[in-house]
Nanobody
Framework: QVQLVESGGGLVQAGGSLRLSCAASSSIFSLLVMGWYRQAPGKQRELVATITSVGGTNYADSAKGRFTISRDNAKKTVYLQMNSLKPEDTAVYYC???????????WGQGTQVTVSS
């Protein structure tokens, strides 16, 4: 079992920046695919970005050019740097952990990001 704890959310004005962090409690963190997802009120949860064990990244179109996902395997932490934030980025942001050998994935409790116009 993996426990994920997100932090770094908050209220920011449009055009501002936030850095989300997700600390994981897994001894095989360096082998995991880590991801950030978000869910806005009344909408389905959607992918924001993922990063593989070797640092390969994938971004939703809405995040490209503004968000950067990174990881620190020594700290067992994944980050999401969000710049040029827009009101439509307002959502609860969730951290996700996955390994190909698992039959399930793990989610954090979420952190609220609110962008005011």
């Amino acid at each position: 079992q993996v426990q994920l704890v997100e932090s770094g959310g908050g209220l920011v004005q449009a055009g501002g920046s936030l850095r989300l962090s997700c600390a994981a409690s897994s001894s095989i963190f360096s082998l995991l695919v880590m991801g950030w997802y978000r869910q806005a009120p009344g909408k389905q949860r959607e992918l924001v970005a993922t990063i593989t064990s070797v640092g390969g990244t994938n971004y939703a179109d809405s995040a490209k050019g503004r968000f950067t996902i990174s990881r620190d395997n020594a700290k067992k932490t994944v980050y999401l740097q969000m710049n040029s934030l827009k009101p439509e980025d307002t959502a609860v942001y969730y951290c996700n952990a996955y390994h190909a050998s698992w039959t399930t994935t793990y989610w954090g409790q979420g952190t609220q990001v609110t962008v005011s116009s």
